[in-house]
């Protein structure tokens, strides 16, 4: 039974992506709100899957995910961005992600993808409980696979330390001290006419780097190379070779996948694209406000009880009308935010949902698709509240940018299910046709 934990601040997107997963109910999910709270979960329990959001106010997904792979080689990492947020998803993936997928989120690709992230989780448990006898010197049970080097000339020694030097997830100290060590001796046994193999072996914790040759080495002139630039515990040896022992540090960053494509509009697409270059806390911001705006955030409050209201009547009687008169809600909402200068891209984002939701036609849908229709709505209002708390109540958030591209990507993933059913609607009434 894979074990998932989804990582984001706003509830709409974590709401969507356990609705995304209602199809796997052979799947246990917890959830975090923060990336503190996602390392420490992946501390207390072992999980097979972390949908991992990048912007959060407190600890960021990249920061998250660099701290997760430092003690969790094994749990396959999916950092979930929005539009726009290339050079984050760069770096998150360099943090050690394994793969990323793009905020509003497609059913048909989530079902794709995550049935990939399935055979993948089960091929990694394999591996990781699959063990074979070593080769290495130290005697351990290693995973199945190994890197061979076959090293009968000079001129193939750089293959090593290109391989593992550029290419490789070992970093830090203690793997350059290896990487030398290596090469010195090898230069010492070319130069003597002894061609050598070089295994690589790996279990969670270590690599072992085994050197054998087919006569003799010469053990003296080799003890003293280890000695020199390995530490004690690093290394033992035989009359056939040596083995080094190296800790594991990080990931090997992986290939990026080809992104999905959404049908968004020139004015999303430039807005998600946008990058504030400058952090201004909601402290600093708040601080420099002019009085006359702080009294219309008492409207913010009034709005958010009359959209709950709306959505908490669409919820127990499912009368689509409902949503047009949250679109009503809305739109005035975003209206008092594009006063405050600073947040024109959050009002559009809450704008253009208005707007559809005014204009959304009566569906004849189920009661379980309204559903979804409504935790989805629900999760914007709530993520609406926390940031309006967050902003201008208790001051605490260091970025006031931090929700922009998310909540139209909610936004965006709301409007994407509303088309769907409204694209099965037209279907439906297709098929219902009679020609004559």
């Known amino acids: 039974m894979p074990k998932i934990l989804i990582v984001d601040d706003n509830l709409s997107n974590r709401l969507a992506i356990k609705i995304l997963l209602k199809e796997f ?28 959001d990048i912007m ?3 600890m960021d997904g990249i920061e998250a995910t660099r701290h997760i792979k430092s003690f969790d080689q094994i749990v396959l990492i999916v950092a979930v961005s929005a539009l726009g947020e290339e050079s984050k998803k760069e770096a998150i993936l360099r943090a050690g992600a394994d793969d990323y997928i793009t905020k509003p989120i497609n059913d048909e690709l989530f079902r794709h993808r995550f049935s990939n992230y399935l055979k993948i989780i089960q091929w990694r448990k394999a591996a990781s409980e699959a063990t074979t006898q070593s080769v290495n010197l130290f005697y351990r ?24 030097s550029l290419e490789s997830a070992l970093t830090g100290a203690e793997a350059a001290d290896a990487l030398r060590a290596l090469y010195q001796i090898g230069e010492l046994m070319l130069s003597i006419n002894l061609p050598f193999e070089l295994i690589v072996e790996e279990d969670k914790e270590y690599y072992y780097f085994t050197l054998r040759s087919t006569k ?13 630039e390995i530490s004690s515990g690093g290394w033992k040896i035989d009359n056939y070779g040596f083995s080094l022992k190296v800790a594991k540090n ?11 494509r959404h049908p968004v509009d020139s004015k999303t697409l430039e807005i998600l694209r946008y990058s504030h270059t400058q952090k201004v806390s909601a402290n600093e911001y708040v601080t420099e406000m002019a009085l006359e705006f702080l009294d219309k955030l008492e409207m913010l409050d009034a709005l958010e009880e009359q959209i709950d209201q709306q959505l908490f009547d669409f919820e127990h009687d499912h009368d689509m009308s409902h949503l047009n008169q949250m679109g009503e809600g809305f739109k005035e909402y975003a209206a008092v935010i594009e ?7 959050l009002a559009y984002a809450i704008s253009s949902l208005g707007d559809f939701l005014l204009q959304l036609p009566t569906l004849s849908v189920t009661d379980s698709q309204k559903s979804k229709l409504s935790l989805i709505l629900r999760g914007i209002l709530s993520d609406l509240a926390n940031w309006r708390t967050m902003i201008f109540i208790k001051q ?31 279907t439906s009434e297709g098929e219902d046709l009679e020609l004559f």
């Open 250 to 260: 990080s990931q090997k960053r992986p290939s990026i996948p080809t992104p999905s």
């Open 339 to 345: 006063l405050l200068i600073e947040f024109q891209h």
């Open 216 to 228: 003799e080495a010469p053990i003296e002139r080799i003890q003293p190379i280890l000695h020199n």
């Open 25 to 52: 109910p052979e799947c246990t999910i917890s959830e975090a709100t923060n990336g503190k709270e996602a390392v420490q979960a992946c501390i207390d329990e072992a999980f097979d899957l972390v949908f991992m």
């Open 141 to 164: 049970d290693v995973f199945p696979k190994a890197i061979l080097f076959r090293i009968y000339q000079a001129s193939s020694l750089p293959a090593i330390w290109e391989y593992f």
């Open 396 to 426: 605490e958030a260091n970025d006031i940018h931090y929700l922009d591209s998310s909540l139209l990507s909610s936004c965006l993933q709301a409007k994407m299910l509303f088309e769907t059913l409204a694209s099965q609607e037209e």
């Open 56 to 58: 959060m106010p407190e």
